[in-house]
């Protein structure tokens, strides 16, 4: 496919410049005339005169859409079209990324593509569950309300990835200093006691001999750790990214205790808040749930979640094997169950959502609560350890002076 560079002018007058990607010309120029656009020059590009697009804007974040679906369902329900709404979000938006896609929407939407059909063909801005949501909306004619219970959904999101970003943060900021500090001790503080000792001809403890050799072979070869360090972190970086690392780390969050109580209760909720949002909206069972399974981080319950859906197609309620798969709480299974029965099951799970909302906000609290004194005494004994290295060669001096 050949990159073509284009100038033309818009409606307002106004020439503008760009680039396409398609396989001839004619395809090139249908486009653009499509956007209402007057071709004044299109050539092909190479290597050399191709545009260089450095896009610094990152994927949206659950915030920004949010903001976006909470803003298109209240500009549309004053009366405003679509293919304005679009253009007023796209020039409001701070998103780089985002703002780029809205506007090609904005072109797709006036070709006379559907909204939804515009959104699916962004599928790294706008997630699988919001295109669904955008067929549904239009589908019912109530596209406001889908897009409000979006907006609901996203805010959510945000506020429980908020709630564990938080806990994350004040583990890896100490533990990051607690670096720091070991590194500036062994560095730059140790040997300098060092040099002191071994003037006064001082026969140093083993603590502290240890210790010396560590700071000696930090020093001696800074140069190959730093890379040997890095060179790990990206490994695991990458591994994480495979199959297998997916199911290793997966099966590690739900080994650790306390990180396994905020894993299982942030899945049950996301679980319940998406596929809630998305029966509502008169999304079909099963089409729910193959969304939803592909909403899951953990790898294990994203894999429980495609089983499920195969019981579901012959027949199968879904909380049965929601609790053969062991993963979920027993209250979920249970009040889906009842919710199967009493043909209320988008209620039980908005109420389920709530209830497992509220758990994580105290999982959070609870993984903080009990990590900070468990930080604290790590560091204070890491620290410790160095300063009784330092200390364990005056003490002994100072016997030796005593017995003299």
């Known amino acids: 496919m050949a990159v073509w560079g284009y100038v033309a002018i818009d409606k307002g007058g106004k020439e503008i410049k760009g680039?396409?990607?398609?396989?001839?010309?004619?395809?090139?120029?249908?486009?653009?005339?499509?956007?209402g656009l007057i071709v004044l020059e299109l050539t092909e590009q190479n290597a050399l005169t191709k545009d260089i697009n450095i896009d610094f804007g990152g994927k949206p974040t659950p915030r920004d859409m949010a903001v976006f679906c909470r803003q298109f369902a209240s500009i549309t329900r004053?009366?405003?079209?679509?293919?304005?709404?679009?253009?007023?979000?796209?020039?409001?938006?701070?998103?780089?990324?985002?703002?780029?896609?809205?506007?090609?929407?904005?072109?797709?939407?006036?070709?006379?593509?559907?909204?939804?059909?515009?959104?699916?063909?962004?599928?790294?801005?706008?997630?699988?569950?919001?295109?669904?949501?955008?067929?549904?909306?239009?589908?019912?004619?109530?596209?406001?309300?889908?897009?409000e219970r979006m907006a609901v959904q996203f805010e959510k999101s945000a506020k429980t990835q908020a709630m564990v970003k938080k806990a994350m943060i004040y583990p890896i900021v100490v533990a990051l200093v607690a670096v720091a500090v070991v590194i500036v001790m062994l560095v730059f503080v140790i040997p300098r006691y060092m040099d002191m000792f071994e003037?006064?001809?001082?026969?140093?403890p083993a603590i502290t001999m240890a210790v010396v050799n560590l700071s000696n072979f930090i020093q001696n070869n800074w140069y190959i750790i730093i890379p040997v360090v890095a060179g790990i972190v990206f490994a695991l970086k990458a591994y994480a990214k495979t199959s297998s690392g997916k199911h290793v780390f997966g099966k590690l969050q739900l080994k650790i205790p306390a990180v396994k109580n905020l894993v299982v209760k942030s899945a049950s909720a996301q679980m319940a808040r998406?596929?809630?949002?998305?029966?509502?909206?008169?999304?079909?069972?099963?089409?729910?749930?193959?969304?939803?399974?592909?909403?899951?981080?953990n790898i294990w319950f994203k894999e429980a979640l495609k089983e499920a859906l195969e019981q579901i197609m012959i027949g199968v309620p879904l909380s049965?094997?929601?609790?053969?798969?062991g993963l979920f709480p027993p209250m979920v299974y249970h009040m889906m169950r009842i919710g199967e029965e009493a043909?209320?099951?988008?209620?039980?799970l908005n109420k389920l959502a709530d209830y497992y909302e509220e758990e994580v906000e105290m999982a959070v609290q609870s993984l903080m609560a009990a990590m900070?004194?468990?930080?604290?005494?790590?560091?204070?004994?890491?620290?410790?350890?160095?300063?009784?290295?330092?200390?364990?060669?005056?003490?002994t001096m100072y016997s030796a002076l005593d017995n003299l």
């Open 372 to 395: 900070e004194p468990m930080i604290i005494i790590v560091l204070a004994g890491v620290v410790g350890l160095l300063i009784g290295a330092v200390m364990a060669p005056m003490v």
């Open 320 to 325: 049965q094997p929601i609790q053969t798969c």
């Open 343 to 348: 043909g209320s099951t988008e209620d039980m």
């Open 78 to 147: 004053a009366g405003v079209t679509i293919i304005e709404t679009l253009n007023m979000l796209a020039d409001s938006t701070e998103n780089k990324k985002m703002q780029k896609a809205l506007y090609a929407v904005r072109a797709d939407v006036e070709k006379g593509e559907s909204f939804a059909d515009s959104l699916a063909g962004h599928p790294g801005v706008f997630p699988e569950l919001l295109v669904q949501m955008a067929k549904a909306g239009e589908a019912s004619g109530s596209l406001d309300t889908a897009m």
């Open 19 to 35: 680039s396409k990607d398609a396989d001839n010309k004619d395809l090139v120029l249908r486009d653009l005339k499509n956007q």
């Open 274 to 297: 998406t596929l809630s949002t998305l029966l509502t909206a008169g999304v079909p069972l099963i089409e729910a749930v193959d969304i939803v399974s592909d909403t899951m981080t």
């Open 199 to 204: 003037q006064l001809g001082t026969e140093l």
